[in-house]
């Protein structure tokens, strides 16, 4: 197990190459190009993050926090503050333990997002991960605007070798799932994943059809477990972060999957995100493999960021 996570550290570690190039590198000229601590190097420094999609209140309170350390602990070399603000990017993605309290009862997985953010791939790895821990699994196909999104679906459970309960396109999304929670009820099945539609542009109708969808759950299946999961394309930056909060209006979210890490220089939207929403990224996609999508814990991702050794797992 420590070498599969040592595997995706090392992806992952690639997979933010252009992210580090943006943030990290500037930083680290900053650190070794100042010969003092003054505005001017914070300046910098709040430039570069910035600039790296790490959103200006989070960049603000990161520097903010630095400045206090900096004068509590006497430093005066700037390229000691590297390890210090290191540190703080840490503390302020750090919520506490991500819970995946559903991978242990009965419960039902919604997962939300815009089209063309990864959502349904997202959805056919997670349940590959959950039919791995031996999980009996259902995917409920509710995305039914568009009828590639019901055959994406389908050839993901046909991969992942996992149930698909759906309709024809056009059909009421709602009425998918309450189709969905009778098979999962009678089936005794662990965990039913449901995909939805992710209009944006048409937010009114959207969110009236994710409570209709929350109703049918509540009323058909109460003693479930609930997880609520918005996927954000990582690498439209400061775009996923507007998303989430609009999301948020409609939805209860208790989670974020944030995907195409790789090959994005945007990747300290992840900091922004988890600091600024307080809603913890769960999951991270940094590629295409049915494996790539992982776990999120905030330590390895500052350690990957600043190519620095995972940490060791009790």
Request: charged share 30%.
């Amino acid at each position: 197990m420590e070498e599969k996570k040592k595997g995706f550290f090392a992806r992952l570690a690639a997979g933010l190459s252009k992210t580090r190039e943006n943030i990290v590198s500037g930083m680290d000229s900053i650190f070794s190009g100042f010969s003092s601590i003054d505005e001017d190097f914070y300046e910098e420094l709040e430039e570069t993050m910035i600039m790296g999609d790490m959103g200006i209140q989070t960049t603000m309170e990161v520097i903010a926090n630095l400045k206090e350390k900096v004068k509590a602990q006497h430093i005066k070399d700037p390229s000691e503050c590297r390890q210090v603000l290191i540190d703080t990017i840490r503390e302020k993605m750090d919520l506490g333990e991500n819970a995946y309290e559903f991978e242990n009862q009965k419960s039902v997985v919604l997962v939300i997002g815009v089209n063309g953010v990864g959502k349904t791939t997202s959805i056919g790895k997670l349940a590959d991960q959950l039919k791995a821990q031996k999980k009996r699994v259902i995917l409920a196909a509710a995305d039914t605007f568009r009828a590639a999104a019901i055959e994406q679906l389908a050839e993901w459970a046909r991969r992942a070798g996992v149930e698909l309960i759906a309709q024809k396109e056009g059909s009421d999304p709602a009425a998918v799932i309450y189709d969905a929670i009778s098979a999962a009820k009678s089936r005794d099945a662990d965990v039913l994943i449901c995909d939805t539609a992710g209009r944006l542009h048409n937010k009114k109708n959207l969110m009236e059809e994710l409570k209709k969808i929350n109703r049918i759950i509540d009323k058909e299946y109460p003693e479930a477990y609930r997880e609520t999961l918005v996927v954000l394309d990582g690498a439209t930056g400061q775009n996923a972060l507007a998303q989430a909060r609009q999301f948020m209006e409609a939805a209860n979210i208790t989670g974020i999957i944030l995907t195409k890490l790789d090959g994005t220089a945007k990747g300290g939207i992840a900091v922004a995100i988890q600091s600024e929403l307080g809603i913890p990224v769960k999951y991270v996609g940094v590629g295409e493999k049915i494996d790539d999508l992982q776990k999120f814990h905030s330590a390895d991702f500052v350690n990957a960021l600043f190519q620095r050794e995972p940490e060791e797992t009790t």
